[in-house]
């Protein structure tokens, strides 16, 4: 078992910067990829960067060139940059992580998720 904890989120003025934190605890000898998901209102909640535990990435297209994901593998922490936010950013933000093999670059454990709200 893997616990997540989300930390950095807020609110900014559109065109800001955030960045999230998701510290892991627990098992972590089996998770490979990390990630975060988000879920705005009234919309299914999806995926925004992941990363496996050599370093390949994955972004949604509506975030590639403005976030960055990262991690450090022996602080069993993962992070997400975001740049040039946009109030479309706007969402609970969830860290996520999983073991190999993982599908659709995601897993079992969830954090209890940070809000982010970007103003216009």
């Known amino acids: 078992q893997a616990q997540l904890v989300e930390s950095g989120g807020g609110l900014v003025q559109a065109g800001g910067s955030l960045r999230l934190s998701c510290a892991a605890s627990g098992s972590m000898l089996a998770i490979d990829v990390m990630g975060w998901h988000r879920q705005a209102p009234g919309k299914q909640r999806e995926l925004v960067a992941a990363i496996t535990k050599v370093g390949s990435t994955n972004y949604a297209d509506s975030v590639k060139g403005r976030f960055t994901i990262s991690r450090d593998n022996a602080k069993n922490t993962v992070y997400l940059q975001m740049n040039s936010l946009k109030p479309e950013d706007t969402a609970v933000y969830y860290c996520?992580?999983?073991?190999?093999?993982?599908?659709?670059?995601?897993?079992?454990?969830w954090g209890q998720g940070t809000q982010v709200t970007v103003s216009s």
């Open positions: 996520n992580a999983g073991i190999s093999p993982f599908k659709n670059w995601g897993g079992a454990y």
